[in-house]
């Protein structure tokens, strides 16, 4: 059974980099052909797709955030990293780590809820 899990900070203040980390167990991001999903929920908004990162490494973005989004691994902890930079109020969200396969997701972290604020 695949688990990943979020971490970071839940208060950013504007104009910061919002950096979260998803831990996944169960099973490895290097393995074949898998993408590590970054994905959000404004409050009252639908699902974000941010970007990715493939079991080969390489990085996918959204044309809409790609200026300020960084997506890294560490596969020795089997993570992966978000990074979000110059952060508004309008970047509060949930966020959500998920595995991807084809067109779909099959698992999924429970999210965590980042609120930019001063």
């Known amino acids: 059974q695949v688990q990943l899990q979020e971490s970071g900070p839940g208060l950013v203040k504007p104009s910061q980099t919002l950096s979260l980390t998803c831990t996944v167990s169960?099973?490895?991001?290097?393995?074949?052909?898998?993408?590590w999903t970054w994905i959000r929920q404004p409050p009252g908004k639908g699902l974000e797709w941010m970007g990715a990162?493939?079991?080969?490494?390489?990085?996918y973005y959204s044309p809409s955030l790609k200026s300020r989004t960084s997506i890294s691994r560490d596969t020795s902890k089997n993570q992966f990293t978000l990074q979000l930079s110059s952060v508004t109020p309008e970047d509060t969200a949930v966020y959500y780590c998920?595995?991807?396969?084809?067109?779909?997701?099959?698992?999924w972290g429970q999210g965590t809820q980042v609120t930019v604020s001063s």
């Open positions: 998920a595995r991807a396969m084809g067109s779909g997701y099959d698992y």
């Open positions: 169960g099973g490895s991001i290097t393995t074949n052909y898998y993408y």
């Open positions: 990162i493939a079991y080969s490494g390489s990085t």
